[in-house]
């Protein structure tokens, strides 16, 4: 067996290359300074000996770790649901992590003691970089790790006032729903209802206000009940809107979950979709094709948030100056449910 004295060092890849250790250790260490043959030949030696170098104090040197992380503020429950916001993301950010030969490290921050470990990890600078997603409220982490001098990325408009700028890559929500609500109107929906997200997350915020104001300019009223962008909250706030106007003819839900559970609601209530109420979604995950009927819904590009988060945390990470705020366009899909 191999221990670790018999491991080939630095000194002795230098010896095979015929160079100095220094040189030896700069070509490791990914310099540009040190001429072509030069660096073949310490490759070579490098592949003739099986060294590995130690990566913990490569990163004392170089001050990098190669490694990039992925906050979800959420409960492990609801990362691992049904819900495809999350893998979508993941792999978006994995993705383009691998293409730059980085390490994700992926950290479930949904309790204040998992937030105080994700900051102790971050300011150790055992990252180079952290990325957040479903940011709930006016959450100071994000704001806390820039003042710290660590390149932070989220997804989604910082909420309320924030002590420092924090970049985010989102999707035109607002313009999204827009698009939904006119199409409703365009079929010719009089009683047009929405099921709104959680008002902790700017994802919420921004689809409610653009049903609101769709509305506000068709001059019809609103009729909102509002879910957490779970199926059961779906179901649920369906029935409140069919308690409190049992003439609705159409309605507007901001995440396909949750409007999954508003067309269980009204098929146990004996409502015909899309005849006697449309339905609209927001999202497009894969299970908004297989619904019954499938679902009308507005497609915003999950994967590539996570993808576009990525490349502007690594542009950071090098040092590169990027824009406060980059948003992603939406796009309506029509289905049989409107």
């Known amino acids: 067996m191999t221990t670790a004295r018999e491991r080939p060092t630095l000194e002795a890849v230098a010896r095979r290359a015929g160079v100095s250790r220094a040189t030896v250790s700069r070509v490791v260490n990914g310099s540009t300074t040190v001429a072509e043959p030069i660096q073949e030949a310490v490759r070579r030696a490098v592949q003739e000996l099986g060294y590995v170098p130690n990566l913990a104090a490569r990163s004392l040197v170089t001050q990098r770790t190669d490694s990039i992380a992925l906050v979800l503020p959420e409960t492990a429950t609801r990362v691992f649901s049904d819900d495809q916001f999350f893998p979508g993301i993941i792999r978006g950010v994995s993705q383009e992590l691998e293409a730059a030969d980085k390490q994700l490290v992926l950290m479930i921050a949904g309790s204040a003691a998992s937030h105080a470990r994700v900051e102790r ?4 600078r055992h990252v180079d970089g952290v990325m957040f997603a479903s940011v709930h409220g006016a959450d100071p982490l ?50 047009i209802a929405t099921i709104a997200g959680p008002q902790d997350m700017i994802a919420g915020i921004d689809r409610l ?25 779906g179901a649920l706030a369906m029935r409140q809107l069919l308690d409190d106007d ?72 090098a040092g590169e100056d990027i824009g406060h705020a980059v948003v992603l366009p939406t796009e309506l899909v029509l289905r049989e449910s409107a």
């Open 246 to 317: 049992p003439d609705l003819d159409a309605v507007f839900v901001a995440s396909d979950l949750m409007a999954h559970g508003a067309l269980r609601t009204l098929r146990e209530a004996g409502r015909r979709v899309p005849e006697d109420v449309a339905v609209v979604g927001f999202d497009d995950i894969e299970m908004a094709r297989y619904t019954d009927p499938p679902l009308t819904t507005v497609r915003q590009p999950i994967q590539e948030m996570g993808r576009e988060m990525t490349r502007q945390l690594l542009r950071m990470a």
């Open 209 to 233: 206000a653009g049903y609101r104001d769709e509305l506000r300019d068709s001059g019809r009223r609103s009729l909102i009940a509002v879910g957490d962008f779970t199926r059961e909250s």
């Open 142 to 191: 994000p704001s806390t790790l820039v003042r710290s001098g660590i390149p932070v990325v989220c997804s989604g408009r910082p909420m309320g006032q924030v002590s420092v700028p924090v970049p985010y890559v989102d999707v035109d929500h607002i313009g999204g729903v827009a698009k939904a609500v006119r199409h409703l109107l365009e079929l010719g929906r009089r009683r």
């Open 121 to 124: 990890y971050a300011t150790g």
